[in-house]
């Protein structure tokens, strides 16, 4: 491993105005990889326009490329083991690549922790799902954004969680990632244009939407509400993994930055969808 000065030295040289200088700057810290980044950091802060411009772009591309292999890691589990909670992190990342998973992690960990006292007592899974969603939504006031569409901070997990608002898949992520750590069975249902969640292990079928005040209803109410314009209806009520959950979040994320024509995100999100549904391919 070179040494931090030897990086520091071959990072000022990123100012350089000879491209065939900068091409083989380029080179040498994509191959070192995560150890050339504390040095591309403080660049950034350069007086130098120049230096912090081509830094922060290094810096961006060096990130994302951490990023990729993290995702293949990710993408390599069984829907059954899909580490949710590490995915929605490394979506965040595309936005915020120095978060935390703590920045996640926390949070979910404190809301399941002002919900554990109030399930005392209560045995069966449905009555505890209704203490959950009378903390999220009636005491916290986690609710969809208006504007999600146009909002890319609403599929973000971290600054959900901070607002207490977000897009419907990112707000039944909470749901679930909270019911996790309560010990309560909820997975995921894919309907053609929205996701719910549905208590499993319960004496009969209840399903919750968090987008619409988390409220738990059974079967008949969900096929009347959300499934009315389509033939047969209960045909269209699929199990969704917490795979199927990230991928609706990254779609939703691609459209918006393809509506405002942010190529460069709008691409790194397709390579992320390509990564997180290439096991899908593969069967």
Do not use: N
Request: aromatic content about 6%; hydrophobic content about 45%; overall charge neutral.
């Amino acid at each position: 491993m070179p040494k931090i000065s030897e990086i520091r030295a071959l990072v000022s040289l990123l100012a350089d105005e000879d491209p065939r200088i900068t091409d083989m700057v380029w080179e040498r810290l994509s191959g070192m990889g995560a150890d050339a980044l504390p040095a591309l950091r403080a660049a950034c802060e350069d007086t130098d326009p120049v230096l912090r411009l081509r830094a922060r772009h290094a810096l961006d591309i060096l990130a994302f490329e951490r990023l990729e292999d993290d995702l293949r890691d990710i993408a390599e589990a069984d829907d059954i083991d899909f580490p949710l909670e590490r995915a929605f992190h490394a979506l965040d990342q595309i936005e915020y690549p120095e978060l935390h998973l703590d920045r996640i992690r926390r949070p979910l960990d404190a809301l399941a922790e002002r919900i554990r006292p109030r399930l005392a007592g209560k045995r069966r899974p449905a009555d505890r799902l209704e203490e959950m969603h009378l903390v999220l939504h009636r005491d916290l006031r986690f609710a969809p954004v208006s504007r999600a569409a146009s909002d890319p901070e609403a599929f973000f997990l971290h600054r959900v969680l901070e607002r207490k608002a977000g897009a419907p898949v990112l707000l039944a992520a909470v749901y679930l990632l909270v019911a996790r750590r309560l010990g309560l069975s909820l997975a995921g249902v894919s309907l053609p244009s929205h996701i719910l969640l549905r208590l499993d292990g319960g004496e009969t079928e209840v399903f919750v939407d968090p987008a619409r005040g988390g409220a738990p209803f059974g079967r008949r109410e969900c096929v009347q509400t959300y499934l009315r314009d389509y033939f047969p209806r209960d045909a269209y009520v699929h199990a969704a993994s917490g795979r199927d959950l990230v991928i609706r979040g990254v779609r939703g994320l691609m459209l918006l930055y393809a509506r405002v024509q942010d190529r460069m995100r709008s691409r790194r999100l397709g390579r992320v969808l390509e990564i997180l549904q290439a096991r899908e391919r593969a069967r």
